[in-house]
C-alpha cells in the first residue's frame, strides 16, 4: 500500500478543515455586524463621498468547488459518539501529557465544547481514537456524554501513520517520543528512513537524527523529554560512546554550567575532565597579570586555574612569532 503524501494529506485535511471554518464564522459574524451598522450620517452640506462600485464576477474571489465540495463532505460525516465507547490508542506516539495544557483544556471545552471533531477508528462495537486524545480525555473529564468525531476505518498501519502525523501537526512531541513513533513505524511495518521521510513529510536527515537520539542512556533520554537539555545538546551527546562519560556531560547542561556551543567543543576532543566542574572566576590578581603579560610579551596570553595550580598559556602564530616570544622571555 502506497503512503507517499499521507503527512501532507493528513495535514491538509485538519489545516483545511480548521482555516475554512474559520473563515466561515468570520464571514457570518461580518455579515451580522454590517446589517446592525447604522448607515453613515454626513453632516447637512457636505457632499457625501460615492460609494465603492460593487466588484463585478471576474474581479471576485474565485470559489475552490473541490476544496468546498471536500469540507462539505467532511462536514457531513461528523457524528456524535458516546464517549463510553470510545477507547485510547495504546500504540499511540505520545505517552506524556502536560498537566497544565490539559487543564486549560478542560476549561476551554467545559466553556465552549468540542470545537474540532476527534478521528476514531471502528474497532467492532466500539471505537478507537486515532488522532485527538486529548480532546478525547479532556471532554471525559469535564463530564460530557458524547464528542463530535469523524469514524473511518483504518488499517494498523494507518493508524500508526495518522497518529504520528497528527501528534507533530497539532501538538508537539517531544524529542524522545517522535524517535520511538519513527522507530516503531520502521520495525513493525519495515519502513526505511526514506519512506518515513515521506510519511512525515520531513528531510531523511531529520528522520536519521531523530532515531540517533534512542542510542543515548536512559537517564540523557529523561533529560530530553523533560526539556532539560535541547536537541542540540542531544546532537553533540550522541557522539560521546562512553555512557558514564554522557551522562555527566548531560547533567552538567542540565544544571546550565554548558552551552551547545560548549558541549561541541568538549564532544570534538579536547581532553576530558572527570570531574566537569565550571570553572571558578579568577581573582582579580590574576587577571592582572594576565593583562600584564598580555601587554609585555605582545601576544594572548591564558590562565587556567588560581593562585595555587594552574596553566600559563601563550599563544604564537608562526615559528618567527615563537622565536620573538621566546626572546622576549629571556
Known sequence: MSTKGLGKGLGALISMFDEDMESLTNNNASKSVSQNVPSQIVPRGTIPAKEPAPASPASSTTIDKDKLAAISAVARSITEINIDLIDNNMTQPRKTFDAEEMRELEQSIATHGVLQPILLNKVGSRYMVVA??????????????????????????????????????????????????????????????????????????????????????????????????????????????????????????????????????????????????????????????????????????????????????IEYTSSKDLERIKNKIR
Open 132 to 313: 485527538g486524545e486529548r480532546r478525547w480525555r479532556a471532554a471525559r473529564a469535564v463530564g460530557l456524554k458524547t464528542i463530535p468525531a469523524l469514524v473511518r476505518s483504518y488499517s494498523p498501519r494507518q493508524i500508526a501513520e495518522i497518529s504520528l502525523v497528527e501528534n507533530l501537526l497539532r501538538s508537539d512531541l517531544n524529542e524522545v517520543e517522535v524517535a520511538l513513533g519513527i522507530k516503531k513505524l520502521m520495525d513493525t511495518y519495515l519502513m526505511t528512513q526514506e519512506q518515513v521521510s515521506t510519511v512525515l513529510s520531513k528531510n531523511r536527515s531529520t528522520v536519521a537524527n531523530s532515531l540517533r537520539i534512542l542510542n543515548l542512556p536512559k537517564d540523557v533520554q529523561t533529560l530530553l523529554e523533560q526539556k532539560k537539555i535541547s536537541m542540540g545538546h542531544a546532537k553533540c551527546l550522541v557522539t560521546v560512546t562512553d555512557k558514564t562519560q554522557c551522562t555527566a556531560l548531560a547533567n552538567k547542561c542540565a544544571s546550565g554550567n554548558m552551552t551547545v556551543r560548549e558541549l561541541e567543543a568538549v564532544t570534538s576532543g579536547k581532553p576530558w575532565n572527570k570531574s566537569l566542574a565550571p570553572p571558578k572566576p579568577q581573582s582579580l590578581e590574576l587577571k592582572e597579570l594576565v593583562n600584564s603579560l598580555t601587554f609585555a610579551l605582545a601576544t594572548k596570553v591564558h590562565i587556567q586555574g588560581d593562585e595555587r595550580k594552574g596553566k600559563v598559556i
